[in-house]
């Protein structure tokens, strides 16, 4: 299994930016895929951000453009840079890594982004 400690949230102004970092607890290059997904407040967990073991990545329509998923390896961290961040983008974001072999998910605890107007 794997560990994952997500960090960087906080508030910010609409238009601001922050990154998150979700440290994982063992290499990434063994992990299939790992993403970024948020939960805002009576709403349903969506996915935000994915990349995979090959660096492939994709997005939520909602922030294509302004959000940017990365990885770096020898640190055992992937990142999520949110540019231009907007109001609906408040949510608790979860770092999540996926192993195919096993169909497994693994969560972090989140990490609050509040966007105020």
């Known amino acids: 299994q794997v560990q994952l400690v997500e960090s960087g949230g906080g508030m910010v102004q609409a238009g601001g930016s922050l990154r998150l970092s979700c440290a994982a607890s063992?290499?990434?290059?063994?992990?299939?895929?790992m993403g970024w997904y948020r939960q805002a407040a009576g709403k349903q967990r969506e996915l935000v951000a994915r990349?995979?073991?090959?660096?492939?990545?994709n997005y939520a329509d909602s922030v294509k453009g302004r959000f940017t998923i990365s990885r770096d390896n020898a640190k055992n961290t992937v990142y999520l840079l949110m540019n231009n961040l907007k109001p609906e983008d408040t949510a608790v974001y979860y770092c999540?890594?996926?192993?195919?072999?096993?169909?497994?998910?693994?969560w972090g605890q989140g990490t609050q982004v509040t966007v105020s107007s």
């Open positions: 990349i995979s073991s090959g660096s492939s990545t």
């Open positions: 999540n890594a996926h192993f195919n072999v096993i169909n497994l998910d693994f």
């Open positions: 063992r290499s990434i290059r063994s992990i299939d895929a």
